[in-house]
């Protein structure tokens, strides 16, 4: 990564160094490479003045391997002030931002983890 952001180095559950690139955009971003391959993502929207997670994504021969755990992790550590979609959000309640099966399998996995607290819940 250039000047304007960092990359952090980890190795993954399956032994692969997985490089994860964080520019200092706003709003954040959150890159995981492989061999120069990008393999995934975190993404966030501006919503009320916060930054809300919009997207993430992990590639299937790369996922349940703690890419996307460690993504949060290492945005945490830089940036607290980044929030994930409120679990009482769905498309029922017609709110733009909601937690899909994965994204919620993911945020409940980053609590657990003490990556993510409730704090970190967008407020209604």
Same mark, same amino acid.
């Given at each position: 990564?250039?000047?304007?952001?960092?990359?952090?180095? @980890?190795?993954?559950? *399956? =032994?692969?160094?997985?490089?994860?690139?964080? %520019?200092?955009? !706003? +709003? %954040?971003?959150?890159?995981?490479?492989?061999?120069?391959?990008?393999? =995934?993502? /975190?993404? @966030?929207?501006?919503? *009320?003045?916060?930054?809300?997670?919009?997207?993430?994504?992990?590639?299937?021969?790369?996922?349940? +391997? =703690?890419?996307? +755990?460690?993504? @949060?992790?290492? /945005?945490?550590? /830089?940036?607290?002030?980044?929030?994930? %979609? *409120?679990?009482? !959000?769905?498309?029922?309640?017609?709110?733009? @931002?909601?937690?899909?099966? $994965? =994204?919620?399998?993911?945020? *409940?996995?980053?609590?657990?983890?003490?990556? /993510? +607290? $409730?704090?970190?819940?967008? %407020? !209604?």
């Amino acid at each position: 990564m250039d000047q304007f952001g960092m990359t952090i180095q @980890f190795t993954d559950k *399956n =032994g692969r160094v997985i490089d994860i690139e964080i %520019p200092d955009d !706003w +709003s %954040p971003k959150v890159g995981a490479y492989h061999s120069g391959k990008k393999i =995934g993502h /975190l993404a @966030f929207a501006e919503y *009320n003045d916060i930054a809300v997670l919009e997207s993430a994504d992990v590639l299937p021969a790369y996922q349940k +391997s =703690g890419i996307a +755990s460690q993504m @949060f992790k290492e /945005l945490i550590e /830089l940036n607290d002030d980044v929030y994930v %979609p *409120n679990r009482c !959000w769905s498309s029922a309640t017609g709110h733009e @931002f909601y937690l899909s099966t $994965e =994204g919620a399998a993911l945020v *409940n996995a980053c609590m657990r983890l003490g990556i /993510l +607290s $409730e704090k970190h819940e967008a %407020p !209604w």
